[in-house]
Protein backbone atom coordinates (compact mmCIF):
# COMPACT_ATOMS: atom_id res chain seq x y z
CA UNK A 1 0.00 0.00 0.00
CA UNK A 2 3.08 1.88 -0.77
CA UNK A 3 2.13 5.34 -2.65
CA UNK A 4 6.05 4.94 -3.90
CA UNK A 5 7.44 7.62 -2.13
CA UNK A 6 9.65 6.68 0.82
CA UNK A 7 7.05 5.15 2.90
CA UNK A 8 7.75 1.97 4.33
CA UNK A 9 5.42 -0.75 4.45
CA UNK A 10 2.19 -0.64 6.47
CA UNK A 11 1.83 -2.74 9.50
CA UNK A 12 -0.58 -5.15 10.88
CA UNK A 13 -2.59 -2.87 12.76
CA UNK A 14 -2.75 -0.22 10.29
CA UNK A 15 -4.04 -2.92 7.43
CA UNK A 16 -6.29 -4.15 10.08
CA UNK A 17 -7.76 -0.35 10.68
CA UNK A 18 -8.30 -0.03 6.62
CA UNK A 19 -9.57 -3.95 6.17
CA UNK A 20 -12.32 -2.27 9.03
CA UNK A 21 -12.72 0.56 6.80
CA UNK A 22 -13.43 -1.35 3.74
CA UNK A 23 -15.55 -3.69 5.71
CA UNK A 24 -17.78 -0.94 6.95
CA UNK A 25 -18.42 0.58 3.58
CA UNK A 26 -18.95 -2.60 2.09
CA UNK A 27 -22.61 -2.73 3.24
CA UNK A 28 -25.27 -1.19 0.85
CA UNK A 29 -27.16 0.48 3.24
CA UNK A 30 -24.45 1.98 5.10
CA UNK A 31 -23.64 3.65 1.71
CA UNK A 32 -27.08 4.79 0.95
CA UNK A 33 -26.85 6.55 4.55
CA UNK A 34 -23.65 8.42 3.54
CA UNK A 35 -25.55 9.08 0.41
CA UNK A 36 -28.09 10.81 2.28
CA UNK A 37 -25.70 12.93 4.53
CA UNK A 38 -22.93 13.60 1.83
CA UNK A 39 -24.59 17.10 1.69
CA UNK A 40 -25.51 18.20 4.84
CA UNK A 41 -26.32 16.84 7.96
CA UNK A 42 -29.42 15.01 8.53
CA UNK A 43 -31.74 13.93 11.43
CA UNK A 44 -31.97 10.10 12.43
CA UNK A 45 -36.13 10.47 11.13
CA UNK A 46 -34.63 12.32 7.34
CA UNK A 47 -32.43 9.41 6.62
CA UNK A 48 -34.63 6.29 7.69
CA UNK A 49 -37.27 8.29 5.10
CA UNK A 50 -34.39 8.35 2.33
CA UNK A 51 -32.90 5.03 2.54
CA UNK A 52 -36.46 3.53 2.89
CA UNK A 53 -35.44 1.21 6.50
CA UNK A 54 -36.54 0.84 9.67
CA UNK A 55 -35.75 3.02 12.65
CA UNK A 56 -33.86 0.09 14.25
CA UNK A 57 -31.94 -0.99 11.58
CA UNK A 58 -30.77 2.58 10.49
CA UNK A 59 -29.93 3.19 14.10
CA UNK A 60 -27.65 -0.06 14.04
CA UNK A 61 -25.75 1.64 11.18
CA UNK A 62 -25.14 4.94 12.35
CA UNK A 63 -24.17 4.07 15.26
CA UNK A 64 -20.82 1.37 13.98
CA UNK A 65 -20.01 4.69 10.98
CA UNK A 66 -20.01 7.31 13.73
CA UNK A 67 -17.78 5.09 16.03
CA UNK A 68 -15.52 4.70 13.33
CA UNK A 69 -15.03 8.16 12.60
CA UNK A 70 -16.88 8.19 8.92
CA UNK A 71 -19.67 10.19 10.69
CA UNK A 72 -20.22 13.21 12.99
CA UNK A 73 -23.32 12.59 15.61
CA UNK A 74 -24.64 16.21 16.81
CA UNK A 75 -27.94 16.82 19.58
CA UNK A 76 -29.57 19.35 19.30
CA UNK A 77 -32.09 18.97 21.81
CA UNK A 78 -34.52 16.20 21.23
CA UNK A 79 -32.79 15.86 17.50
CA UNK A 80 -29.82 13.63 16.31
CA UNK A 81 -28.03 15.20 13.36
CA UNK A 82 -25.45 12.42 11.53
CA UNK A 83 -23.03 14.43 8.78
CA UNK A 84 -19.84 13.35 7.20
CA UNK A 85 -17.42 13.63 9.02
CA UNK A 86 -14.64 12.84 6.50
CA UNK A 87 -14.89 13.97 2.71
CA UNK A 88 -12.49 10.97 1.76
CA UNK A 89 -14.98 8.48 2.14
CA UNK A 90 -17.25 10.35 0.24
CA UNK A 91 -14.10 10.71 -2.23
CA UNK A 92 -13.49 6.66 -2.17
CA UNK A 93 -17.14 5.80 -3.32
CA UNK A 94 -16.61 7.98 -6.26
CA UNK A 95 -13.72 6.64 -7.55
CA UNK A 96 -14.78 3.34 -7.09
CA UNK A 97 -18.14 4.23 -8.27
CA UNK A 98 -15.92 5.41 -11.60
CA UNK A 99 -14.76 2.33 -12.53
CA UNK A 100 -18.13 0.88 -13.30
CA UNK A 101 -19.85 1.46 -17.05
CA UNK A 102 -22.06 3.94 -16.98
Known amino acids: MSNGKS ?3 LGEGELAG ?3 HFK ?6 RLKILQAVCREPQTV ?3 VTAVG ?5 VSKH ?5 AAGILTRKKAGQRVYYGLKDPLTLKLC ?3 HGQFPP
Open 7 to 9: RSL
Open 18 to 20: IAR
Open 24 to 29: LLGEPM
Open 45 to 47: TDI
Open 53 to 57: ATQAN
Open 62 to 66: LSLLA
Open 94 to 96: QLV
